[in-house]
């Protein structure tokens, strides 16, 4: 059976030793946390068509809740550029990809798409609930002899893929997504449930592909969408420092005015005011959950003065903080 030929390794939250990629797709393999933060176990199929199936899945305790965990640091390489995909059947995931410097969040209906024959990221989980992540991955030479060149380009086209190493994130039908999901949801005996999760991911490449390039016609307007959404995913998990508008706008590629319009367009609000609330928002949250000074949640929040984080929250709560806090007892 001729598989995908992955060489690195990678280093546990925690830990001090980095582990062989190969230790870790035998299946199944225990993630190495403390029983205190959580659990966590990886899944990896190697299919035939040089494809790589994994599913991890994580559970953290009740004192980790609504933070965000970094989980592993991955460095990884392959003979040739790779399509992978990674899509959160549950939870939430806030990756940095280290080899195109950005950082994605993939939940719900939004799955990350990368193209690259090297992989160095950190994915940080979302604690607040289990997680279930699905990962697909496929040479890319493979790829263009199950489809054909044109239609592998058309491909990486519709999801703006058209560099290595690239990444983006891209909203999914459920009904295709379900496809890659349900690869996991049977298990037949050996050799019986490769064949499975082969057809199933046969399926999916094809659903996708056909749901991609029947829209790419339309590519610049989509294009610049998933853009301000992929933005709209990067805010809501922003849990520090606000991203200047210069920054935001030279991360993707459109002038500051053109960014800010198009987000209220599809948002209802500025950035500085979604970002505002947000920061509001985390500060409630910290306030009822921790015991954290709130001298130190408004710096870690980024404001520079606590009488301006005080005079925000009071004008979004019509409360100040130490009293909201005060209530709670």
Known sequence: MKVLQTEGDVKWAGQ???VDIAEVEMKPFVIPLDPAVGSGLIETSLLPLEMNLTRVTTT???????QIFPLVDVDISFPENVFSVKSARRGRVV??????????????????FQFSDQKKFLPQMDTSQPAEVIMLK????????LTGVETCNKLLDGLNLNDSPSAEIVEVPPKIRALLHDSFSLHFHSE????????????????????LTGVSNNKPKVTQEKKIRRLHQ?????DGGVPTMDALASQYGLSARTL?????????????????????????ELLVRDGM????ISHSLGYRHVSHFTSAFRKEYDVTPSVFRRNLE
């Open 16 to 18: 001090s030793d980095a």
């Open 234 to 238: 990067q805010l809501l998990s922003l």
């Open 192 to 211: 019986v449930n490769i064949l499975f999760q082969q057809s199933r991911v046969l399926e999916y490449l094809c659903a996708l592909t056909s749901f």
């Open 293 to 296: 000074p709130i001298k130190v």
């Open 260 to 284: 800010n319009n198009q987000f209220k367009v599809m948002y209802k609000e500025s950035i500085f005011s979604f970002i505002s609330r947000q920061r509001l928002r985390l500060a409630k």
């Open 95 to 112: 990756e940095v990809d280290y080899m195109t410097e950005g950082e994605y969040t993939y939940s719900d209906n939004f799955d990350l």
């Open 60 to 66: 953290f305790t009740d004192s980790m809740y609504g």
């Open 138 to 145: 496929v040479g890319w030479s493979t790829l263009c002899k």
